[in-house]
Nanobody, 118 residues
Framework: VQLVESGGGLVPPGGSLRLSCAAP????????MSWFRQGPGKERELVGS?????????YYVDAVKGRLTISRDDGKATVYLQMNSVKSEDTGMYFC???????????WGQGTQVTVSS
């Protein structure tokens, strides 16, 4: 299982960015998808998750509620992280994770860098 993140870059405070995580070639709908991030000098932390359907339950950590939104398109085997009103503390490497239902096997992408700076 290979996950490929894209969409990172430099964005000014208050700006927007959309990250994508593509998972070509596997049955995407069998996986709960999550986004994590790791800021400079910090541990990797959960940003949020989305259940196994496009209308599935979403969870977000308090720091991103109302600003970051996770969505998924199973037909494209892709999960998205829409980042709005970004702050400097959103800077970090963003990773997506796929967790297979029933087995709880985890798969990680290689990450995409987001830098919030003016």
């Amino acid at each position: 299982v290979q996950l490929v993140e894209s969409g990172g870059g430099l964005v000014p405070p208050g700006g927007s960015l959309r990250l994508s995580c593509a998972a070509p070639g596997f049955t995407f709908s069998n996986y709960v998808m999550s986004w994590f991030r790791q800021g400079p000098g910090k541990e990797r932390e959960l940003v949020g998750s989305i259940g196994i359907t496009a209308g599935g339950n979403r969870y977000y950590v308090d720091a991103v509620k109302g600003r970051l939104t996770i969505s998924r398109d199973d037909g494209k085997a892709t999960v998205y992280l829409q980042m709005n009103s970004v702050k400097s503390e959103d800077t970090g490497m963003y990773f997506c994770k796929a967790r297979r239902i029933y087995t709880n096997d985890d798969y990680w992408g290689q990450g995409t860098q987001v830098t919030v700076s003016s």
